[in-house]
T-cell receptor
C-alpha cells in the first residue's frame, strides 16, 4: 500500500525552466491537493481537485498549472520557474468532503530554483 | 473564511514536562479540526482529528486535544514530553469544504 507517491524528491532548476512534479495515490481518493511549505508560513494551498477532470485554485496558484485526467494522478507544472518558487512541495489526497478523514501526504519534493 | 492561528512559533519544554501547543480557529460553522506532525525532512502525519463527536480527542503517541467551542480553540497537549516528540506541529481546519487550511506551525523542542 504505497499511499501518496511524489517524484522527484529533489530538483534544482534554472530560472525560466519548466518542469512537472508528479503525484500519484493508490487509495482511490477523490480529493487531491498541492501545497507549498515555506519557513514561517506553514503550508499554503496551490491547487486542488475534487475529482477527475475538476480542478480549482488555492491561495497561491500563480505560476503553477494542474490537470486531473485520472483519479490516481495529479501533476503540478511549473511553467517558467522563478527563485520565489524555491520551496518544499507536498501532494495530499483525501476521502470525500464531509467525512473528516483529513489528508494523507506524500513525502515531499524539495525544489530549488537558481 | 475559515482560518487557524497557532500561538507561538517555537515552544521549548524539558523531557517529562507538559506539552501545550495552542490553536485557535475561525469558522462560521462547526469545523473539522486536525493536528499534524512533521518530523525533520519528512511529510506530514495525522496526529488526531475532531469531527463533532467527542470534544476530547485522543491521538497517537500520547497526544490529545480538546475542542472548546466557546473559546474557538483546539489546543494540543501531552502530559509528559519525550525527546522523540521534537518536531513541527500544524493545526488545520476544514468545514465541509474541499480545502484543508493550515496554521503556520509550532516547532517543539524537548530538552533533556
Amino acid at each position: 500500500n504505497a499511499g501518496v507517491t511524489q517524484t522527484p524528491k529533489f530538483q534544482v532548476l534554472k530560472t525560466g525552466q519548466s518542469m512537472t512534479l508528479q503525484c500519484a495515490q493508490d487509495m482511490n481518493h477523490e480529493y487531491m491537493s498541492w501545497y507549498r511549505q515555506d519557513p514561517g508560513m506553514g503550508l499554503r494551498l496551490i491547487h486542488y481537485s475534487v475529482g477527475a477532470g475538476i480542478t480549482d485554485q488555492g491561495e497561491v496558484p500563480n505560476g503553477y498549472n494542474v490537470s486531473r485526467s485520472t483519479t490516481e494522478d495529479f501533476p503540478l507544472r511549473l511553467l517558467s520557474a522563478a527563485p520565489s518558487q524555491t520551496s518544499v512541495y507536498f501532494c495530499a489526497s483525501s476521502h470525500p468532503r464531509g467525512t473528516g478523514f483529513g489528508y494523507t501526504f506524500g513525502s515531499g519534493t524539495r525544489l530549488t530554483v537558481v | 473564511a475559515q482560518s487557524v492561528t497557532q500561538l507561538g512559533s517555537h515552544v521549548s519544554v524539558s523531557e517529562g514536562a507538559l506539552v501545550l501547543l495552542r490553536c485557535n480557529y475561525s469558522s462560521s460553522v462547526p469545523p473539522y479540526l486536525f493536528w499534524y506532525v512533521q518530523y525533520p525532512n519528512q511529510g506530514l502525519q495525522l496526529l488526531l482529528k475532531y469531527t463533532s463527536a467527542a470534544t476530547l480527542v485522543k491521538g497517537i503517541n500520547g497526544f490529545e486535544a480538546e475542542f472548546k467551542k466557546s473559546e474557538t480553540s483546539f489546543h494540543l497537549t501531552k502530559p509528559s514530553a519525550h525527546m522523540s516528540d521534537a518536531a513541527e506541529y500544524f493545526c488545520a481546519v476544514n468545514h465541509n469544504t474541499d480545502k484543508l487550511i493550515f496554521g503556520t506551525g509550532t516547532r517543539l523542542q524537548v530538552f533533556p
